[in-house]
């Protein structure tokens, strides 16, 4: 059975940095292509980061410049490095895994979602 759970959200002000990670178990995840999405109050899912083939990496244009995704395939995990944190990234942030490898930013193409963290910005 495919798990994504996600850790290391929290509440920083506007400027600081925060580091996600997302453990994946039972699947292939080597093969997968991996992303980040979120979804603040009141709005639609949103593309954050994706990760594929262990180094292509791919941004949404509003953290483009402020975050990196990264991976670790012999450990099966997916970090998102934050960095400039404004009051407009505070939403909830998803892991995703996608079983095939492609550019995807459609999140119902992603077949396996963590349970998400919260991420909240203070002015």
């Known amino acids: 059975q495919v798990r994504l759970v996600e850790s290391g959200g929290g509440l920083v002000q506007a400027g600081d940095s925060l580091r996600l990670s997302c453990a994946a178990s039972?699947?292939?995840?080597?093969?997968?292509?991996m992303a980040w999405f979120r979804r603040a109050p009141g709005k639609e899912r949103e593309f954050v980061a994706m990760f594929r083939r262990g180094y292509l990496t791919y941004y949404g244009d509003s953290v483009k410049g402020r975050f990196t995704i990264s991976g670790d395939t012999a450990r099966n995990t997916v970090h998102l490095q934050m960095n400039s944190l404004q009051p407009e990234d505070t939403a909830v942030y998803y892991c995703?895994?996608?079983?095939?490898?492609?550019?995807?930013?459609?999140?119902?193409?992603?077949?396996?979602w963590g349970q998400g963290t919260q991420v909240t910005v203070s002015t």
């Open positions: 039972g699947g292939t995840f080597s093969a997968y292509t």
């Open positions: 995703a895994a996608n079983r095939f490898d492609e550019q995807q930013r459609d999140p119902q193409r992603y077949d396996y």
